[in-house]
């Protein structure tokens, strides 16, 4: 329970001169779900791509599973089982919701069809719309379809950024659950979350980053409501 | 409107021609948004495969045309692919790089062609079943070769429709285009598609230059003459959209039929060009977008 899955080492990423992350540490056990919290633009999202490779450190180590992807390109990270739904639920829009999933699966080549019927069993909305364009799906039906284009990949950690962003509250109630459920197979959670009560339902563990840097960390138990809303009012 | 339906078989074969030298631009511009200023030369390249295997290898004009549709795609395909490869490949989101790195590639291939075949144009004849015509009641006549060029469009077209909706590959294509990011987290190696993109995208240059060599002579210029007519077609098109690309290879034609049955060579390429200019103010994006739900 307690091998750690991914950790990550003295962190420093940025966009060009715009430097965003500072040293970051975190760890975060198999099967637990880490809860990464702060306000807007201070660095969340460039953790997550920095993570799932789609922005490179400065400085720093990724390791994941016990192998330093650092360097490694984003497919590779998915292909060993590291899967990201990367915010704003992000679709294949010219695709039908079935190819977006097909592909996804296809492309990491990490199981059978079974994988498909069990994210489309997770997310029941998604069967009638299987021919339909993602381009054309509403806001939750789209972040339904992020999270099981990143179930197919057959990952052992999950990394989602906002699924709840702008999504009708019954949906929200769905993803919730969704992530509960995940969690309870087994795969690792990373979440980036806005929604306080949410996160601290969800959350195994709670990082809290402010102005790229990490101002808080440690087990959700230990976190009383009063405390992580204070440090939410940073 | 009489004689814009004498000019219809005209410009019809006029699209086709556009189109053929415009599909692979839809690949390399549309899709992957890179300039390839020596696209007209990978056409270029095409034609002189089609002379090659005429003059140099001794096949008589059906066989050297049949043999030189695959083996002009599989030549400017590979041209194509070592120039991302080994150029390209770094400019990504250096436009104008870009365009002058090709565009200098464009000029080596011509001066190869020039050092290789001679500064003077040659002739691949077209075999004798492509050289007759047809006479329609009321007189307008079709040349088979014309027919020709417009049935090969068409089955590049129907070819690369199936390839991007219905392969694996050609899907993993569209979803690179469509978001690069999510492609590579979805477990696609987006490196090894923008090579495979090229390599096509390269490849129908040499199949529109095979086209090209029955209908006029072949030079060194041959691929240069086409590529801005090319471009436009790709941008009224809508960026990448392939309905679009063929809609307004397909109107350029036609357009320019009229236009010359009406006026001049020059004025009508005028005319053309300045209702390019009043259609693209009217809808910059093109003919075809991306249908989604959200606003960008």
Not at chain 1, 176 to 192: K, N, P, R
Not at chain 2, 117 to 127: K, R, S
Not at chain 2, 156 to 166: G, Q
Not at chain 2, 208 to 223: N, Y
Request: proline content about 4%; aromatic content about 6%; some cysteine.
């Amino acid at each position: 329970m307690n091998t750690p899955h991914l950790s990550i080492h003295g962190l420093h990423a940025g966009y060009g001169r715009a430097r965003v992350l500072f040293d970051i540490d975190l760890t975060i056990d198999t099967g637990t779900i880490a809860c990464v919290m702060g306000r807007n633009g201070v660095g969340k999202t460039t953790l997550l791509n920095t993570i799932a490779g789609l922005l490179t450190p400065t400085a720093g180590t990724i390791t994941h599973n016990g192998t330093d992807i650092t360097r490694h390109p984003p497919h590779t990270r998915t292909r060993n089982g590291l899967a990201y739904a990367p915010q704003g639920h992000a679709t294949f829009a010219p695709l039908t919701v079935a190819d977006n999933l097909h592909l996804a699966h296809r492309a990491t080549r990490r199981g059978g069809p079974e994988l498909i019927d069990a994210a489309l069993d997770r997310f029941p909305r998604l069967q009638p719309l299987l021919h339909r364009r993602a381009g054309l799906l509403s806001g939750g039906q789209a972040q339904q379809l992020a999270i099981a284009r990143a179930l197919v990949t057959d990952p052992t950690l999950l990394i989602l950024d906002e699924p709840t962003e702008g999504i009708q509250p019954s949906i929200v109630a769905e993803i919730e659950q969704a992530v509960t459920d995940i969690a309870a197979q087994g795969i690792t959670v990373l979440l980036v979350e806005q929604y306080l009560d949410l996160a601290l339902r969800l959350a195994d563990t709670v990082t809290v980053i402010d102005a790229g840097r990490i101002v808080h960390s440690g087990d959700r138990a230990d976190l009383t409501d009063d405390t992580a809303h204070a440090l939410m009012a940073i | 409107m009489d004689a814009l339906v004498n000019q219809l078989p005209t410009g019809l074969a006029i699209g086709a021609v556009l189109l053929l030298a415009a599909l692979g631009l839809n690949f390399t511009f549309g899709q992957m948004g890179v300039i390839n200023m020596a696209h007209g030369e990978f056409i270029m390249v095409g034609a002189y495969t089609a002379y090659v295997l005429h003059a140099w290898a001794g096949l008589d004009p059906t066989w050297s045309l049949i043999a030189a549709l695959p083996l002009a795609f599989t030549l400017t395909g590979t041209l194509g692919w070592l120039l991302e490869l080994g150029l390209i490949r770094h400019f990504y989101g250096r436009p104008l790089d870009t365009l002058l790195l090709t565009f200098g590639i464009g000029m080596i291939l011509q001066q190869a062609a020039r050092d290789t075949f001679g500064a003077p144009n040659v002739d691949v004849p077209a075999p004798g079943w492509l050289t007759d015509g047809t006479t329609l009641p009321g007189g307008i006549r079709l040349h088979h070769s014309r027919l020709f060029i417009l049935a090969l469009a068409l089955v590049c077209v129907l070819a690369i429709a199936h390839y991007l909706h219905r392969t694996h590959q050609g899907r993993q294509m569209r979803a690179v285009i469509h978001n690069r990011d999510l492609a590579g987290v979805s477990g696609i190696n987006t490196r090894k598609v923008d090579a495979t993109t090229f390599f096509i995208g390269s490849g129908l240059a040499g199949v529109a230059g095979v086209a090209l060599t029955l209908i006029g002579p072949t030079g060194p210029t041959l691929g240069a003459n086409y590529i801005v007519d090319a471009f436009l077609v790709v941008v009224i098109g809508g960026l990448g959209r392939l309905r679009g690309t063929v809609l307004a290879a397909f109107a350029l034609g036609i357009l320019n039929a009229t236009a010359q049955a009406w006026t001049d060579a020059s004025l009508a390429k005028l005319l053309v060009f300045a209702a390019i200019i009043a259609f693209l103010q009217a809808r910059p994006q093109g003919l075809f977008t991306v249908k989604t739900r959200a606003l960008t």
